[in-house]
Protein backbone atom coordinates (compact mmCIF):
# COMPACT_ATOMS: atom_id res chain seq x y z
CA UNK A 1 0.00 0.00 0.00
CA UNK A 2 1.63 3.24 -1.29
CA UNK A 3 1.96 6.04 1.48
CA UNK A 4 -1.25 8.03 1.76
CA UNK A 5 -1.14 11.97 1.24
CA UNK A 6 -2.15 14.16 4.09
CA UNK A 7 -1.86 17.73 2.03
CA UNK A 8 -3.55 16.18 -1.62
CA UNK A 9 -6.52 14.72 0.77
CA UNK A 10 -7.44 17.88 3.19
CA UNK A 11 -5.85 20.71 0.92
CA UNK A 12 -8.46 19.14 -2.08
CA UNK A 13 -11.40 19.26 0.49
CA UNK A 14 -10.96 22.39 1.64
CA UNK A 15 -10.65 23.66 -2.23
CA UNK A 16 -13.13 21.43 -3.64
CA UNK A 17 -15.48 22.99 -0.68
CA UNK A 18 -14.27 26.82 -1.97
CA UNK A 19 -15.04 26.14 -5.57
CA UNK A 20 -18.43 23.83 -4.82
CA UNK A 21 -20.00 25.65 -2.52
CA UNK A 22 -18.13 29.51 -2.55
CA UNK A 23 -17.49 30.42 -6.01
CA UNK A 24 -20.87 31.86 -6.28
CA UNK A 25 -20.90 34.02 -2.94
CA UNK A 26 -16.80 34.98 -3.58
CA UNK A 27 -17.95 38.93 -3.96
CA UNK A 28 -20.18 38.54 -1.36
CA UNK A 29 -18.20 37.38 1.06
CA UNK A 30 -15.49 39.80 0.68
CA UNK A 31 -17.41 42.01 2.72
CA UNK A 32 -18.32 40.04 5.94
CA UNK A 33 -16.59 40.27 8.67
CA UNK A 34 -14.46 37.11 9.43
CA UNK A 35 -11.17 36.02 11.01
CA UNK A 36 -7.99 36.22 10.07
CA UNK A 37 -6.91 33.94 12.18
CA UNK A 38 -7.05 29.92 13.05
CA UNK A 39 -9.12 29.66 15.84
CA UNK A 40 -12.09 31.43 16.97
CA UNK A 41 -12.85 33.60 19.55
CA UNK A 42 -13.52 32.06 22.77
CA UNK A 43 -14.78 33.81 25.73
CA UNK A 44 -12.99 33.23 29.34
CA UNK A 45 -9.55 32.23 30.10
CA UNK A 46 -7.86 29.33 28.12
CA UNK A 47 -5.40 26.83 29.21
CA UNK A 48 -3.50 24.15 27.20
CA UNK A 49 -3.40 20.81 29.01
CA UNK A 50 -1.25 18.06 27.16
CA UNK A 51 -2.11 14.43 26.64
CA UNK A 52 -1.05 11.39 24.49
CA UNK A 53 -2.55 10.22 21.05
CA UNK A 54 -1.61 7.99 18.94
CA UNK A 55 1.91 7.90 21.06
CA UNK A 56 2.48 11.70 20.69
CA UNK A 57 2.27 14.56 22.80
CA UNK A 58 -0.90 16.49 21.61
CA UNK A 59 -2.18 19.76 23.88
CA UNK A 60 -5.72 19.98 24.37
CA UNK A 61 -7.15 24.04 24.63
CA UNK A 62 -10.27 24.49 27.72
CA UNK A 63 -12.11 27.44 28.27
CA UNK A 64 -11.86 27.50 32.54
CA UNK A 65 -13.12 30.01 34.67
CA UNK A 66 -11.50 33.34 34.00
CA UNK A 67 -11.18 33.99 38.62
CA UNK A 68 -8.67 31.21 38.94
CA UNK A 69 -5.41 31.28 38.37
CA UNK A 70 -3.88 29.91 34.82
CA UNK A 71 -1.83 27.45 36.33
CA UNK A 72 -4.44 25.94 38.93
CA UNK A 73 -6.87 25.87 36.17
CA UNK A 74 -4.36 23.71 34.11
CA UNK A 75 -3.46 21.23 37.05
CA UNK A 76 -6.88 20.87 37.87
CA UNK A 77 -7.78 19.89 34.52
CA UNK A 78 -4.85 17.58 33.79
CA UNK A 79 -5.28 15.60 37.08
CA UNK A 80 -8.53 15.42 37.25
CA UNK A 81 -9.09 11.93 36.53
CA UNK A 82 -11.26 12.98 33.04
CA UNK A 83 -9.42 12.30 29.86
CA UNK A 84 -10.92 13.52 26.32
CA UNK A 85 -12.69 10.79 24.35
CA UNK A 86 -9.76 9.64 21.86
CA UNK A 87 -6.49 10.56 24.07
CA UNK A 88 -4.42 8.85 26.86
CA UNK A 89 -3.43 10.45 30.36
CA UNK A 90 -0.75 8.58 31.80
CA UNK A 91 -1.32 11.50 34.79
CA UNK A 92 -5.05 9.86 35.45
CA UNK A 93 -4.44 8.00 38.87
CA UNK A 94 -2.04 10.15 39.95
CA UNK A 95 -2.76 12.66 42.35
CA UNK A 96 -1.40 16.02 43.06
CA UNK A 97 -0.33 16.62 46.23
CA UNK A 98 0.84 20.06 46.52
CA UNK A 99 1.71 22.82 44.10
CA UNK A 100 4.24 25.91 44.89
CA UNK A 101 5.03 28.61 42.47
CA UNK A 102 7.91 31.00 42.99
CA UNK A 103 8.70 33.51 40.34
CA UNK A 104 9.69 31.36 36.75
CA UNK A 105 9.78 27.82 37.93
CA UNK A 106 6.74 25.53 39.95
CA UNK A 107 6.87 23.02 42.14
CA UNK A 108 5.08 20.12 42.30
CA UNK A 109 4.27 16.58 44.67
CA UNK A 110 2.48 13.94 43.09
CA UNK A 111 1.23 10.39 44.14
CA UNK A 112 3.62 7.50 44.20
CA UNK A 113 1.15 5.76 40.97
CA UNK A 114 3.39 8.47 39.40
CA UNK A 115 6.48 5.85 39.14
CA UNK A 116 4.55 2.83 38.26
CA UNK A 117 4.68 0.80 35.16
CA UNK A 118 6.60 2.63 32.02
CA UNK A 119 4.59 5.94 32.25
CA UNK A 120 6.82 8.01 34.20
CA UNK A 121 8.60 9.74 31.00
CA UNK A 122 5.65 10.35 29.37
CA UNK A 123 3.61 11.75 32.19
CA UNK A 124 6.77 13.70 33.15
CA UNK A 125 6.05 15.21 29.68
CA UNK A 126 2.86 15.99 29.93
CA UNK A 127 3.65 18.44 33.48
CA UNK A 128 6.41 20.18 31.99
CA UNK A 129 4.78 20.82 28.34
CA UNK A 130 1.34 21.72 30.43
CA UNK A 131 3.11 24.34 32.68
CA UNK A 132 5.12 25.55 30.60
CA UNK A 133 2.21 26.92 28.48
CA UNK A 134 1.12 29.21 31.60
CA UNK A 135 2.02 32.78 31.50
CA UNK A 136 5.90 33.27 32.83
CA UNK A 137 6.41 29.46 33.80
CA UNK A 138 9.57 27.67 32.94
CA UNK A 139 10.98 25.69 35.10
CA UNK A 140 9.19 22.57 36.67
CA UNK A 141 10.54 20.86 40.04
CA UNK A 142 8.83 17.22 40.77
CA UNK A 143 8.96 15.26 44.00
CA UNK A 144 7.11 11.89 44.38
CA UNK A 145 5.47 11.61 47.73
CA UNK A 146 7.79 14.47 49.13
CA UNK A 147 10.95 12.52 48.02
CA UNK A 148 12.61 14.96 44.94
CA UNK A 149 12.20 13.02 41.95
CA UNK A 150 13.59 15.61 39.09
CA UNK A 151 14.43 19.48 39.32
CA UNK A 152 14.46 22.75 36.93
CA UNK A 153 12.76 20.46 34.10
CA UNK A 154 12.63 22.49 30.88
CA UNK A 155 10.70 22.11 27.73
CA UNK A 156 12.82 20.94 25.19
CA UNK A 157 13.61 22.71 21.86
CA UNK A 158 11.27 20.70 20.25
CA UNK A 159 8.23 18.18 20.58
CA UNK A 160 8.10 14.77 19.83
CA UNK A 161 10.97 14.02 18.31
CA UNK A 162 10.88 11.35 15.58
CA UNK A 163 14.22 10.47 16.38
CA UNK A 164 15.88 11.50 19.58
CA UNK A 165 19.13 9.84 19.47
CA UNK A 166 19.89 11.39 16.84
CA UNK A 167 19.38 14.91 18.08
CA UNK A 168 21.61 14.08 20.71
CA UNK A 169 23.98 14.23 18.23
CA UNK A 170 23.13 16.81 16.86
CA UNK A 171 21.97 19.37 19.55
CA UNK A 172 25.37 21.28 19.77
CA UNK A 173 25.52 21.56 15.92
CA UNK A 174 23.82 24.57 14.76
CA UNK A 175 23.92 23.55 11.26
CA UNK A 176 22.26 20.27 11.53
CA UNK A 177 19.82 21.87 14.05
CA UNK A 178 18.51 23.80 11.14
CA UNK A 179 17.26 20.94 9.26
CA UNK A 180 14.67 19.59 11.80
CA UNK A 181 11.16 21.15 11.27
CA UNK A 182 7.92 20.56 13.31
CA UNK A 183 5.08 19.30 10.83
CA UNK A 184 1.37 19.35 12.36
CA UNK A 185 -0.49 16.33 11.43
CA UNK A 186 -4.43 15.75 12.01
CA UNK A 187 -5.24 12.76 13.95
CA UNK A 188 -6.76 9.98 11.63
CA UNK A 189 -10.36 10.97 12.33
CA UNK A 190 -8.87 14.67 11.35
CA UNK A 191 -10.31 16.37 14.31
CA UNK A 192 -7.05 17.72 15.78
CA UNK A 193 -3.58 18.39 15.16
CA UNK A 194 -0.48 16.32 15.97
CA UNK A 195 3.05 18.36 16.41
CA UNK A 196 5.71 16.03 15.45
CA UNK A 197 9.38 17.01 14.38
CA UNK A 198 11.42 15.33 12.25
CA UNK A 199 14.72 16.01 11.03
CA UNK A 200 14.57 16.53 7.26
CA UNK A 201 16.16 14.82 4.64
CA UNK A 202 15.02 17.31 2.03
CA UNK A 203 17.38 19.71 3.25
CA UNK A 204 21.23 20.28 2.28
CA UNK A 205 23.15 23.54 4.04
CA UNK A 206 24.21 25.73 1.48
CA UNK A 207 27.23 28.18 2.06
CA UNK A 208 25.95 31.80 1.36
CA UNK A 209 29.81 32.55 1.26
CA UNK A 210 32.92 31.48 2.57
CA UNK A 211 32.94 33.59 5.60
CA UNK A 212 29.65 32.38 6.60
CA UNK A 213 28.54 28.91 8.21
CA UNK A 214 26.63 27.19 6.17
CA UNK A 215 23.02 27.91 6.11
CA UNK A 216 19.26 26.68 5.11
CA UNK A 217 16.96 28.91 3.62
CA UNK A 218 13.83 29.75 4.83
CA UNK A 219 11.62 28.98 1.25
CA UNK A 220 13.57 25.61 1.31
CA UNK A 221 12.29 24.44 4.82
CA UNK A 222 9.45 25.66 3.58
CA UNK A 223 8.84 23.67 1.02
CA UNK A 224 10.45 20.42 2.64
CA UNK A 225 7.71 21.07 5.20
CA UNK A 226 5.43 20.63 3.54
CA UNK A 227 6.63 17.66 1.55
CA UNK A 228 6.69 16.18 4.83
CA UNK A 229 3.07 17.01 5.36
CA UNK A 230 2.17 15.43 2.02
CA UNK A 231 4.13 12.06 3.16
CA UNK A 232 2.80 11.75 6.16
CA UNK A 233 4.49 9.67 9.33
CA UNK A 234 4.39 6.55 11.33
CA UNK A 235 0.93 6.32 12.46
CA UNK A 236 -0.11 9.01 10.89
CA UNK A 237 -1.83 9.21 7.39
CA UNK A 238 -4.33 10.22 4.87
CA UNK A 239 -7.65 9.40 3.47
CA UNK A 240 -6.43 8.54 -0.01
CA UNK A 241 -3.80 8.91 -2.30
CA UNK A 242 -3.39 11.88 -4.78
CA UNK A 243 -0.91 11.87 -7.69
CA UNK A 244 -1.67 15.10 -9.33
CA UNK A 245 0.68 18.16 -7.97
CA UNK A 246 -1.59 20.56 -5.96
CA UNK A 247 0.81 23.01 -4.66
CA UNK A 248 1.81 24.96 -7.64
CA UNK A 249 4.07 27.64 -6.30
CA UNK A 250 5.42 28.95 -2.61
CA UNK A 251 7.50 31.52 -2.09
CA UNK A 252 8.07 34.06 0.48
CA UNK A 253 7.51 38.07 0.60
CA UNK A 254 8.08 39.92 3.70
CA UNK A 255 7.53 37.13 6.13
CA UNK A 256 4.47 35.92 4.59
CA UNK A 257 4.73 32.69 2.82
CA UNK A 258 2.46 32.50 -0.28
CA UNK A 259 0.89 29.30 -1.23
CA UNK A 260 -0.74 29.16 -4.72
CA UNK A 261 -2.91 25.89 -4.87
CA UNK A 262 -4.13 24.45 -8.56
CA UNK A 263 -7.88 24.72 -9.05
CA UNK A 264 -8.29 22.35 -11.72
CA UNK A 265 -9.27 19.30 -9.27
CA UNK A 266 -11.53 17.21 -9.74
CA UNK A 267 -14.90 17.37 -7.42
CA UNK A 268 -14.85 14.87 -4.66
CA UNK A 269 -17.55 14.22 -2.50
CA UNK A 270 -16.28 14.22 1.56
CA UNK A 271 -18.29 14.25 4.90
CA UNK A 272 -17.56 17.23 6.96
CA UNK A 273 -16.09 19.46 4.24
CA UNK A 274 -15.94 22.24 6.97
CA UNK A 275 -14.09 20.39 9.66
CA UNK A 276 -11.83 19.48 6.70
CA UNK A 277 -11.34 22.83 5.65
CA UNK A 278 -10.76 24.40 8.75
CA UNK A 279 -8.11 21.67 9.82
CA UNK A 280 -6.32 21.49 6.28
CA UNK A 281 -5.89 25.43 6.29
CA UNK A 282 -4.27 24.78 9.99
CA UNK A 283 -1.96 22.22 9.19
CA UNK A 284 -0.69 24.22 6.92
CA UNK A 285 -0.49 27.18 8.83
CA UNK A 286 0.98 26.20 11.85
CA UNK A 287 3.59 23.72 10.00
CA UNK A 288 5.00 26.78 7.71
CA UNK A 289 4.82 29.62 10.32
CA UNK A 290 6.73 26.75 12.65
CA UNK A 291 9.91 28.38 11.05
CA UNK A 292 11.73 31.16 11.89
CA UNK A 293 11.13 33.38 9.54
CA UNK A 294 7.51 33.08 8.35
CA UNK A 295 4.79 34.95 10.26
CA UNK A 296 2.12 34.17 8.04
CA UNK A 297 0.27 32.41 5.35
CA UNK A 298 -1.53 34.06 2.40
CA UNK A 299 -3.22 31.48 0.28
CA UNK A 300 -4.27 31.69 -3.44
CA UNK A 301 -6.08 29.37 -5.41
CA UNK A 302 -5.22 29.50 -9.17
CA UNK A 303 -3.47 32.52 -8.87
CA UNK A 304 -5.72 34.84 -6.73
CA UNK A 305 -6.89 35.09 -3.39
CA UNK A 306 -10.38 33.62 -1.92
CA UNK A 307 -13.25 34.97 -0.16
CA UNK A 308 -14.81 32.69 3.07
CA UNK A 309 -13.78 29.24 3.78
CA UNK A 310 -16.51 28.68 6.22
CA UNK A 311 -18.02 30.94 9.00
CA UNK A 312 -14.67 31.21 10.81
CA UNK A 313 -12.47 31.28 8.49
CA UNK A 314 -11.63 33.47 5.35
CA UNK A 315 -8.54 32.90 2.51
CA UNK A 316 -8.68 36.66 1.46
CA UNK A 317 -5.93 37.98 3.85
CA UNK A 318 -2.72 36.34 4.99
CA UNK A 319 -3.67 33.57 8.37
CA UNK A 320 -1.61 34.16 11.29
CA UNK A 321 -1.87 31.32 14.24
CA UNK A 322 -3.88 31.75 16.75
CA UNK A 323 -1.91 30.37 20.33
CA UNK A 324 -4.99 28.40 21.20
CA UNK A 325 -5.81 25.50 19.33
CA UNK A 326 -7.15 21.56 19.64
CA UNK A 327 -10.25 23.28 21.03
CA UNK A 328 -11.99 20.78 22.70
CA UNK A 329 -15.66 20.72 21.69
CA UNK A 330 -18.15 21.94 24.72
Given at each position: ???????????????????????????????????????????????????????F?????????????????????????I???????????????????????????????????????????????????????????????????????????????????????????P??????L??????????????V?????????K???????????V????????????????????????????????R?????????????????????????????????????????????????????????????????????????????A?
Amino acid sequence: IPMKRFLHTVLISFIVFILVGCSAESSATESTSTSDNISSALSGKMVLVYYIKDGFLTPITYNVEASEPQVNSALNMLFSGITPEGFENKLDDVKLNSLNVSGDTISIDVSGEFLQGDKADLAKSQIIYTLTECENIFKVNIAVDGKPYEILLERSQFINLKNPEEYEKDKENPEELSKYLTIYYTDQDKGYLIPVTVKSDKLETKAENSDKPTTVKVEDKARAALQHLIEGTGKIESLDTFDDKMIKSLRLDDGIAVVDLDKKIIRIDFNNKTQYAEIAVESVVRTLTSIDGIEKVQFLVGGVTWGNVTGNLSLKNPIEPDRWYNILAN
